[in-house]
T-cell receptor, first 113, second 113 residues
């Protein structure tokens, strides 16, 4: 049982480049979300989805896009990377929207130069 | 505006002693509180939770206490073990936020043999 799988684990970008962080879960969870972790700031919610075709913004959505075409996948897109987006990114899922027990992926360490 | 705050970035205790991690919150709409544990290069994993209708929840060596009037919760680990060394995140959700957790900054716990 893979749980929540994130790829890549590490990525270095130049300012202005675009990329997609991949997230997939095999638990048939309705709810999926993206967080970023920065030193001294905990985890902050970027975007979330309560089901296929439904997405919404979290606390820090600027500079990021998401889509949810299937239950399993929830990619996060950086359209034009900026140094301020250097962070560790975590994808998380839960069985349903009201279920607070999130399952997290192992994270993507992103550096933007 | 940090709605969930962990004021101690780090805590060091001896093996076998009690570890007490603290968390304060400001949003009176929060009604469910969780603790997550995170090892390096891994995603956070759910540890224990408490609903606002309770003031204590226990699971083995881990106990969470909630003081609603003070908007304060704490995690007690007794006895502490070297394997407990990790970053601990406090998180909260409200009736309308569901899986959209608000996290604290985290506390690095080190348990010395």
């Amino acid at each position: 049982n893979a749980g929540v799988t994130q790829t890549p684990k590490f990525q270095v970008l130049k300012t202005g480049q675009s990329m997609t962080l991949q997230c997939a879960q095999d638990m048939n969870h309705e709810y999926m979300s993206w967080y970023r972790q920065d030193p001294g700031m905990g985890l902050r919610l970027i975007h979330y989805s309560v089901g296929a075709g439904i997405t919404d913004q979290g606390e820090v959505p600027n500079g990021y896009n998401v889509s949810r075409s299937t239950t399993e996948d929830f990619p996060l897109r950086l359209l034009s990377a900026a140094p301020s987006q250097t962070s560790v990114y975590f994808c998380a899922s839960s069985y349903r929207q009201r279920d607070e027990k999130l399952f997290f992926g192992s994270g993507t360490q992103l550096s933007v130069l | 505006d940090q709605q969930v705050k962990q004021n101690s970035p780090s805590l060091s205790v001896q093996e076998g002693r009690i570890s007490i991690l603290n968390c304060d919150y400001t949003n009176s709409m929060f009604d469910y509180f969780l603790w997550y544990k995170k090892y390096p290069a891994e995603g956070p994993t759910f540890l224990i939770s408490i609903s606002s209708i309770k003031d204590k929840n226990e699971d083995g060596r881990f106990t969470v206490f909630l003081n609603k009037s003070a908007k304060h919760l704490s995690l007690h680990i007794v006895p502490s073990q070297p394997g407990d060394s990790a970053v601990y995140f406090c998180a909260a959700s409200g009736k309308t936020s569901g899986s959209r957790l608000t996290f604290g900054e985290g506390t690095q716990l080190t348990v010395n043999p």
